[in-house]
């Protein structure tokens, strides 16, 4: 296998917000799941293996209850439901070159974040490019459940709540740039914050989990922006990128 | 629990999250033609990433007013065409700057 350094570099700084988003967040569960009765290794069992923030912690009361696994698994589906999607538009973005063995990979680091990361990049993202911006996030979700777990006041409060923002920091940093030079992205930004906000904040429909609320409002924008808005035909595509090249 | 019992556990969950997100993209391997399709799919990432920033971004700190604050900044240092890294970095600080603020505030 062969990594190409620049591509992989710039996976890792693509990575690194993400990351420190995640050493805060992972640092919470930790904590949370200590506190309802799991061991700091079993703590970090469940991030290695899952890579679910929601997930994990709707995860947690019913490991610690000994619940039903059935209503475990059901739960994970619901709640993680919306990856199923993402995969499909991650799928897109693999250049041919990408062994199909590494789907078994990148399947596995397909978050929020890392999905949106990688599917907003222009063209093709190449396996070096995944592999750099799926390490650091990987290593710090690990990482920050130790440690939440181990030792849940080694870090100020004041630190975790800055870095609470640097994923979110991040996310403007990708969307705005596209929303400033693009009228159709910047009318995909602008319903989903409406959609969002409503969702969020109306009585009765606020109680929609975090997951839902992101495939309920994606979808619907993304259906209302195809229609309004479809991008190019592939022959036109296909052309561009041969003048390019 | 008994780690024996863990294990079962996570097992199962570990199936269900890892299965979810492999079977398309198993499935889904050629490029797709059809441009509804392909349209839809490319504003699905800009739609998620700012749902997932608006409105939770304004209680993703200890304040309202200290994430408003790196919410600005990290408006300000995109436009002004900053880096990914530069915009979280300086975001952090604004946030742990404000808080330091805040709390000498009466």
Known sequence: ?245 | MSFGVFIKYLAVMASVTYLIRLIPMLLIKKQIRNRFIRSFLYYIPFSVLTVMTVPVVFFSTSSVISAAVAFAVAVILTVLGKKLITVAAFSCIAVFVTEMILNFLP
């Open chain 1, 1 to 245: 296998m062969k990594i190409k350094n620049a591509e992989f570099s710039s996976g890792i700084s693509a990575g690194l917000p993400i990351c420190l988003g995640y050493i805060s967040v992972a640092f919470v569960f930790g904590i949370y799941a200590v506190e309802a009765g799991l061991t700091p290794v079993e703590s970090l069992l469940v991030s290695m293996f899952n890579l679910t923030s929601a997930g994990q912690f709707a995860a947690v009361p019913i490991f610690a209850s000994l619940g039903s696994l059935s209503e475990l698994a059901l739960s994970q589906a619901v709640i993680n439901l919306r990856y199923a999607l993402m995969s499909v538009s991650l799928s897109q973005k693999f250049d041919s070159k990408i062994s199909p063995v590494y789907r078994f990979v990148f399947a596995f680091c397909n978050t929020d974040e890392i999905f949106a990361v990688a599917t907003s990049k222009k063209g093709f993202v190449s396996k070096s490019f995944m592999f750099g911006l799926a390490l650091l996030p990987y290593l710090g979700w690990s990482i920050g459940t130790v440690a939440g777990a181990v030792a849940g006041n080694i870090l100020p409060e004041q630190v975790i709540s800055a870095l609470g923002c640097a994923i979110y920091a991040m996310f403007i940093a990708i969307v705005l740039p596209e929303a400033k030079s693009d009228v159709s992205v910047r009318f995909c930004v602008l319903i989903s914050v409406i959609l969002s906000c409503i969702i969020y904040f109306m009585p009765v429909v606020s109680d929609m989990s975090e997951g839902m609320r992101i495939i309920i409002v994606s979808v619907t924008v993304s259906l209302i922006c195809a229609l309004v808005f479809p991008v190019r035909d592939v022959a036109d595509t296909d052309c561009a990128e041969v003048e390019l090249k």
